[in-house]
């Protein structure tokens, strides 16, 4: 499929349904406080569809893989993110297996593997990655962004999930991503960054 050109400014001012191919809760209110800004007009639906195999090698085909799923499911476009941690040290792991790492997808016994893994290291970088994408029936695309920061000795803060109490963000003033307030986050994350590509990119095709 080409890159999608169909949703163009006059078309976001009158407005547009869009699913968000997740069943995540948090990962659409997160979404809904970054694109409402961003995309205004446009309105979010949840997902309620089946969960299609993430079995892409890349954070891009696999956003790819749930929002074409979403898109075939409902008709109507479709938005789909695929994130998770690099660490240096590891490697890039847990890399496109970050929501999965332990085998339980349970967040904490992913963090707790992580820093087991990582152990005694002095090489703490990592980042939080995020692949955003877009279908409709014109056509897909996916951008990336990128939050550096460092990961922490023991979990942080209560707010956020996954790894945020882990993840100490270069420009996050010496704190977990778990500690910072939601709105804070929103304007630094990884999701804040591709996301704002893929309104640029549907705005200016």
């Not at 993110?81 to 240096?88: A, C, L, P, Q, T």
């Amino acid at each position: 499929m080409s890159p999608s050109g169909a949703m163009g400014l006059d078309l976001v001012g009158g407005g547009l349904q869009v699913v968000v191919a997740t069943h995540n809760a948090h990962k659409v209110e997160e979404l809904a406080r970054i694109l409402t800004p961003l995309l205004p007009g446009v309105e979010l639906l949840p997902y309620d569809g089946p969960e299609p195999v993430e079995d892409g090698d890349t954070f891009e085909a696999n956003a790819l893989i749930k929002a074409r799923a979403a898109h075939a499911h409902t008709g109507l476009p479709a938005l789909a993110d695929d994130s998770g941690i690099e660490v240096d040290a590891l490697g890039g792991a847990p890399g496109i297996h970050s929501a999965r790492y332990a085998g339980t997808r349970d967040d904490r016994d992913n963090l707790e593997l992580l820093l087991a893994d990582l152990g005694e290291s002095t090489d703490r970088g990592g980042r939080f990655v995020c692949a955003a994408a877009w279908v409709d029936a014109d056509g897909d695309f996916a951008v990336r962004g990128e939050w550096e920061g460092e990961i922490a000795d023991a979990p942080r803060g209560d707010a956020g999930f996954g790894y945020d109490p882990i993840f100490l963000p270069h420009d996050g003033g010496g704190r977990a991503a778990a500690e910072l307030a939601p709105e804070e986050k929103d304007a630094l994350s990884h999701r804040r960054i591709a996301f704002t590509a893929l309104a640029e990119r549907l705005q200016h095709p």
